[in-house]
């Protein structure tokens, strides 16, 4: 491979760059075949992606003619071949095979190399004995940034249609569900000023309840959709606004910590508020709650019972919950939160026999 592999893979980090600045998928494909005829002196080659049960021609090089590639079944000549098994394969003499299909009769030679599951390489020439094993080899090198491009944009598309299914879902909570309970909780008002019945009260806890039910629901739902806007905040500042409205008189928080941290501050309020209030809900009136540092983050510790040692990480999934009044979405909502930061969240047992939250991964501003 000598010289020409050195040359290739000094050249290809740039390649691989453009390839990954692409997009859409049609953009990816047309950079590889490119970067293909460029470095690999591949002049005739093609980038086929799956859409449903066809493999579909989605670029060609310039000097293909245009007949050159052909919509196949996934499971049609090479191309099917190499996609189903994910495997690469160099044909040295096409007319000898029974198998691999080509678009055109002048093609003798070929090379097929699978894109992940998204579809496939390949290169032809009109002679026998065109590519060998140093071919496949370069040629899986650069179709390997291909699809890693095509996967983030598979990714984003996905990330896309489950935003706008938060959307919708928000939309439905803010407007579907807050309106019949405005609507319940006027006429419980106006029954209550007419007579006088011990279920009024009752009826009311419970709107209240689906209020800040629904309030959950709305955050929960936005916590996936909004984008980050992070800056460095004081912990230790936000920590103790973050406190005063919820805390009980004989509660107590200690902040040992005067780590700064790039986060996004209304996320990152809402999260502490989130512990804080969990602390609070399953601590009790006179609860104590430490927020300490770590290397690599911080921690919100207290010292109340504990978490029930058979609900471990399950307490950050949406809707678990072990308090009466409680609505499953505070500690899902941390979750979320955290994974929007792309930190790292565990759940342990606290010095004081409490429970303890473990934030790792951030961005600790140096003082």
Same mark, same amino acid.
């Given at each position: 491979?000598?010289?020409?592999?050195?040359?290739?893979?000094?050249?290809?980090?740039?390649?691989?760059?453009?390839?990954?600045?692409?997009?859409?998928?049609?953009?990816?494909?047309?950079?590889?075949?490119? /970067? /293909?005829?460029?470095?690999?002196?591949?002049?005739?080659?093609?980038?086929?992606?799956?859409?449903?049960?066809?493999?579909?021609?989605?670029?060609?090089?310039?000097?293909?003619?245009?007949?050159?590639?052909?919509?196949?079944?996934?499971?049609?000549?090479?191309?099917?071949?190499?996609?189903?098994?994910?495997?690469?394969?160099?044909?040295?003499?096409?007319?000898?095979?029974?198998?691999?299909?080509?678009?055109?009769?002048?093609?003798?030679?070929?090379?097929?190399?699978?894109?992940?599951?998204?579809?496939?390489?390949?290169?032809?020439?009109?002679?026998?004995?065109?590519?060998?094993?140093?071919?496949?080899?370069?040629?899986?090198?650069?179709?390997?940034?291909?699809?890693?491009?095509?996967?983030?944009?598979?990714?984003?598309?996905?990330?896309?249609?489950?935003?706008?299914?938060?959307?919708?879902?928000?939309?439905?909570?803010?407007?579907?569900?807050?309106?019949?309970?405005?609507?319940?909780?006027?006429?419980?008002?106006?029954?209550?000023?007419?007579?006088?019945?011990?279920?009024?009260?009752?009826?009311?806890?419970?709107?209240?309840?689906?209020?800040?039910?629904?309030?959950?629901?709305?955050?929960?739902?936005?916590?996936?959709?909004?984008?980050?806007?992070?800056?460095?905040?004081?912990?230790?500042?936000?920590?103790?606004?973050?406190?005063?409205?919820?805390?009980?008189?004989?509660?107590?928080?200690?902040?040992?910590?005067?780590?700064?941290?790039?986060?996004?501050?209304?996320?990152?309020?809402?999260?502490?508020?989130?512990?804080?209030?969990?602390?609070?809900?399953?601590?009790?009136?006179?609860?104590?709650?430490?927020?300490?540092?770590?290397?690599?983050?911080?921690?919100?510790?207290?010292?109340?019972?504990?978490?029930?040692?058979?609900?471990?990480?399950?307490?950050?999934?949406?809707?678990?919950?072990?308090?009466?009044?409680?609505?499953?979405?505070?500690?899902?909502?941390?979750?979320?939160?955290?994974? /929007?930061?792309?930190?790292?969240?565990?759940?342990?047992?606290?010095?004081?026999?409490?429970?303890?939250?473990?934030?790792?991964?951030?961005?600790?501003?140096?003082?």
């Amino acid at each position: 491979m000598g010289r020409r592999r050195t040359t290739v893979i000094k050249t290809l980090h740039d390649v691989a760059i453009a390839i990954q600045s692409e997009e859409t998928a049609r953009g990816v494909c047309e950079r590889t075949v490119s /970067a /293909a005829a460029e470095l690999l002196d591949f002049n005739l080659c093609t980038v086929v992606i799956r859409e449903g049960e066809w493999l579909v021609p989605y670029a060609t090089s310039a000097d293909a003619p245009s007949d050159g590639s052909r919509r196949m079944e996934t499971d049609e000549g090479l191309a099917g071949k190499t996609y189903q098994t994910g495997e690469s394969y160099a044909v040295a003499d096409i007319a000898s095979t029974d198998d691999t299909s080509p678009a055109s009769a002048s093609y003798r030679s070929g090379l097929s190399v699978p894109i992940g599951d998204h579809g496939v390489f390949q290169a032809v020439e009109t002679t026998p004995n065109a590519f060998d094993g140093d071919d496949v080899e370069l040629a899986e090198l650069l179709v390997s940034h291909a699809a890693t491009a095509l996967d983030r944009l598979d990714r984003e598309r996905e990330l896309r249609r489950q935003n706008e299914r938060l959307d919708q879902f928000a939309s439905v909570v803010s407007h579907d569900l807050r309106n019949p309970l405005s609507v319940a909780t006027g006429r419980l008002d106006l029954v209550a000023e007419e007579c006088s019945s011990p279920h009024v009260d009752g009826v009311a806890d419970a709107h209240d309840r689906m209020g800040t039910l629904i309030d959950d629901l709305l955050l929960f739902a936005q916590m996936g959709a909004d984008t980050l806007a992070r800056t460095p905040v004081d912990l230790a500042e936000l920590a103790t606004e973050c406190w005063g409205p919820l805390a009980p008189a004989a509660a107590t928080l200690s902040v040992e910590t005067d780590h700064a941290i790039r986060a996004d501050r209304e996320r990152l309020r809402q999260l502490l508020e989130n512990l804080l209030q969990n602390a609070v809900d399953h601590g009790g009136p006179d609860v104590a709650v430490t927020i300490g540092e770590l290397a690599d983050g911080f921690y919100v510790a207290d010292d109340g019972p504990g978490i029930p040692g058979s609900a471990g990480e399950s307490v950050l999934t949406a809707g678990y919950t072990s308090a009466e009044e409680g609505t499953g979405f505070g500690l899902s909502i941390v979750s979320q939160i955290v994974d /929007a930061h792309d930190w790292e969240v565990t759940v342990t047992d606290g010095a004081s026999g409490g429970a303890r939250f473990d934030v790792r991964g951030v961005d600790v501003v140096e003082s």
